[in-house]
């Protein structure tokens, strides 16, 4: 004769299994909650750099780059007047060189400058201005080297046109690269909104790690099973989760950081060659800055290379996640099914 469960036992059984099924619903969701904010808070990282090495670093480098290659080609043009070279060789490479740099610097950042429609109409204005500037430059150069009054006149319409406050071409694109700076500044800091995605995510792995050694609990004191090898290989899961990706993401960080440091000196060396006294007497200066730009600009794009396991880790993350959800399913789910729910 068969017996029934004392109604005691069959209690216990129930909340027992009210617990695991809880516990499994607690993991599941947790597991999507910080799975989603650890995804989306490691690719915002990978984002930034990304932008910082391909619109970023060329952005800047190219305000710095024009302004110095203006700086020079204007200080190249007084220089071959007054020492009289303009009367041998004419025009020259003296200064013609440097405005077709900066007249190619101004095509390329137009492609990758930073400040959206508001850089758009900056440089739409400078390269007007940079028409204006060359037909004065140009004839003062060379046309008027025989009449004194006329190429002062011109000279002095080619430098309004350059360095007047506010107006003038450098002026414009010093307000263009604060703009770009200030972007920068955001790209490579760490904001409150991203700080508190990797919270939640590590905050949410580290509810995972708990509910998974309580259900590991629950399973080898209530229900006499020794430990699941699901829940163990999920507790691992966990584990690398939280470890790797803040590895991968804070040494992303350390080169957003160094690259804008890098930035930073560029901007400073072009603002620094902008003194009238410094500008038509020391072109070595100048020469010496325009080599600086482009040397600090192409280490800074390669600090930005992503290492081969760091572009790995999101699509590593991803797989990992999905048996994050998986494996407290078939752990949990396997017990539920053979101890509660087919037997009623």
């Avoid at 750099?49 to 190249?76: F, I, K, S, W």
């Avoid at 025009?91 to 077709?100: D, F």
């Avoid at 099973?225 to 991968?248: E, F, K, N, Q, R």
């Avoid at 048996?323 to 407290?328: A, C, H, R, T």
């Amino acid at each position: 004769m068969r017996f029934g469960r004392r109604p005691g036992e069959r209690a216990y059984r129930s909340r027992t299994r009210r617990l695991l099924e809880r516990q499994l619903a607690a993991m599941l969701v947790t597991a999507v909650v910080s799975m989603s904010a650890l995804l989306v808070s490691y690719r915002e990282v990978q984002i930034s750099a990304g932008e910082m090495r391909d619109r970023g670093a060329p952005a800047v480098q190219g305000v710095a780059a024009t302004q110095l290659a203006l700086l020079r080609a204007h200080g190249e043009a007084e220089f071959s007047v007054k020492s009289g070279i303009a009367d041998v060789v004419g025009a020259g490479a003296r200064y013609e060189n440097q405005l077709a740099a900066a007249d190619q610097g101004l095509s390329r950042l137009s492609d990758v400058q930073i400040d959206g429609d508001r850089g758009r109409g900056v440089l739409e204005t400078v390269n007007g201005l940079l028409t204006s500037y060359s037909s004065s430059i140009t004839p003062g150069a060379v046309k008027y080297v025989s009449d004194k009054p006329m190429q002062t006149e011109k000279f002095t319409e080619a430098e309004t046109l350059l360095t007047r406050k506010g107006t003038g071409v450098v002026p414009r694109l010093d307000v263009l690269q604060r703009h770009q700076m200030d972007r920068i500044g955001t790209l490579t800091s760490m904001s409150p909104l991203r700080w508190s995605g990797w919270a939640v995510a590590e905050l949410g792995l580290l509810a995972m790690a708990l509910i998974t050694l309580s259900a590991l609990w629950v399973l080898r004191t209530r229900c006499g099973h020794s430990l699941d090898a699901c829940l163990l290989l999920s507790l691992l899961a966990v584990v690398l989760l939280a470890t790797v990706p803040l590895i991968a993401a804070n040494r992303t960080q350390d080169q957003l950081a160094t690259a804008r440091d890098r930035l930073i000196r560029i901007e400073q060396r072009a603002h620094g060659q902008q003194d009238p006294d410094r500008r038509t007497h020391d072109l070595d200066a100048l020469a010496g800055a325009q080599q600086a730009v482009t040397g600090e600009s192409t280490r800074a794009r390669a600090g930005l290379a992503a290492e081969g396991w760091q572009s790995g880790v999101y699509y590593g993350a991803l797989a990992v996640g999905a048996l994050l959800v998986l494996l407290p399913a078939v752990g949990i789910g396997r017990h539920l099914n053979a101890d509660y729910w087919r037997t009623g």
